[in-house]
């Protein structure tokens, strides 16, 4: 498996989305602890969860948790799986989504995290929403705080404009490693984000990549040149879509969200995928 890098740590060029494990239509438990070890098989040592993703009030943090019993009985070695999560978005579980950007929520939060996934510090910590009712220096000066205090080894933050993304950075020192926004052949309003990420070499993680769960399916028959592309290559539109997206900086690294084993080893093997200018060209005109 390729590697790319979040702040000093190797880690696969694609990576796993636990969301559609945990929130509205989810699978059964083995299903998904099976389809966790048919990505860690598949060599993904990034995945990617929240606090938040879950479904109903009593469940908060079900995707940590389901994370951490995957992690625990699967056979092979885990120590180089990092587990990126996030805090700062809630689920009252009326199926809305809220937002706490406030340090001492967040700090909570991060306790309540770190002892789900059952670690002393958290590989990657994210700050998931920008809060309108607290200054974002605030917030993000949580993270920092838990960063320097040890409960967190990297810092993130998600759903960032440009300028968040400098404040973030400032006030990490220097030390912000990856930056989560939505991007995909539909939502392309991000790439100035991608743009300066590459440009501060910090990791972009896009999320919901294929179009979200309800639309990933349909990618090739939404976006016919996605659907050519991978035809050529005798791959799906999926595979080829995460390839043009590794391809638009080395900071990219992908984290397709899945619920069965086909779907995530399909996803995994687009780092193996090499589109031509050409063929790159076509899709991001498309
Ligand atoms: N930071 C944020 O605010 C935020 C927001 C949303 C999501 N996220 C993160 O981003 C991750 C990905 O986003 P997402 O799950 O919403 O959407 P997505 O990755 O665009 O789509 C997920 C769906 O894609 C299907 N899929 C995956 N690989 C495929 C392939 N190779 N061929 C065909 N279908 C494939 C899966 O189907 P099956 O279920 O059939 O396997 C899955 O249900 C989430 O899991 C979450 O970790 C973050």
């Known amino acids: 498996m390729r590697t790319r890098r979040i702040g000093g740590t190797q ?100 306790e309540a995290s770190l002892k789900r996934l059952g670690v002393d510090a958290i590989g990657l910590y994210q700050f998931h929403r920008p809060d309108p009712r607290v200054p974002y220096a605030e917030s993000v000066g949580a993270i920092r705080d838990l960063l320097d205090a040890g409960k967190i080894r990297l810092a993130g933050i998600s759903n960032a404009t440009r300028d968040e993304i400098l404040l973030a950075n400032q006030i990490l020192d220097g030390r912000l490693a990856s930056v989560q926004n939505q991007f995909s052949p539909a939502f392309r309003s991000s790439e100035r984000e991608l743009e300066l990420c590459a440009e501060l070499d910090v990791a972009f993680l896009p999320w919901s990549p294929l179009g979200g769960i309800s639309q990933a399916g349909e990618l090739g028959s939404r976006f016919r040149v996605f659907a050519e592309v991978a035809r050529a290559h005798e791959v799906s539109p999926q595979r080829a879509c995460l390839a043009w997206m590794l391809a638009k900086a080395p900071v990219v690294i992908p984290i397709p969200g899945s619920t069965r084993p086909e779907t995530i080893r399909d996803s995994a093997a687009a780092v193996d995928l090499d589109l031509s200018a050409g063929e790159l060209a076509k899709l991001d005109a498309a």
């Open 11 to 110: 880690v696969s060029a694609i990576g796993l989305g636990g969301m559609p494990m945990s929130i509205e239509g989810r699978p059964d438990e083995q299903r998904s602890i099976t389809t966790i070890h048919a990505a860690l098989d598949a060599g993904i040592t990034l995945i990617d969860t929240a606090d938040a993703y879950h479904l109903t009030a009593h469940d908060v943090g079900h995707n940590e948790s389901l994370i951490a019993r995957a992690l625990a009985s699967y056979a092979g070695d885990t120590s180089n799986v990092l587990v990126a999560t996030k805090g700062g978005h809630l689920r009252p579980g009326d199926g809305s989504w809220t937002v706490n950007g406030s340090p001492e929520y967040l700090k909570k939060a991060c």
